[in-house]
């Protein structure tokens, strides 16, 4: 199995090292051809956004970020449609992060999330 392009210490903490073993693998699948997501759960600092734009990186040599098209999404040039299409569309890995961050948790924020997430089913997004 290939080994994540990441420093990313787990101290023997066994939810950390499964949170590891569980990027790489996930990477692996990927890589392979395989689709799905990966979600990774936990308190503020654990590393979760670290492992996360690291398999995103290592597959697709870039992430996306949820704030930034949040912040996009608000803007009044904004075809709000086009744009969720374009996210929902992105080609190879996608990240969702900070999902509820701010005014995101809000009933415009929740729908494009739900269109986002409804388009790419299948497709491989953390």
């Known amino acids: ?6 420093d990313f210490q787990t101290f023997d903490d066994p939810v ?3 949170m590891l073993d569980a990027g790489t693998t996930y990477a692996a699948r990927i890589r392979a051809g395989g689709k799905g997501w990966l979600s990774f759960l936990g308190n503020s ?3 979760k956004t670290y492992l996360g734009k690291a398999v995103t990186c290592y597959l ?3 992430d996306k970020s949820w704030p930034q098209f949040m912040a996009k999404m608000r803007s009044p040039d904004t075809l709000v449609y086009d744009s969720v299409t374009d996210l929902a569309n992105t080609r190879g890995v996608l990240m969702l992060d900070d999902i509820g961050v ?6 415009f924020g929740l729908d494009l999330l739900m269109r986002v997430m409804e388009s ?3 497709q491989p997004t953390i």
């Open 120 to 122: 790419r089913r299948s």
């Open 16 to 18: 950390l090292i499964k």
């Open 60 to 62: 697709h040599g870039k």
């Open 45 to 47: 600092g654990t590393g």
């Open 1 to 6: 199995m290939p080994k994540l392009p990441v």
């Open 102 to 107: 701010g005014n995101d948790a809000k009933p």
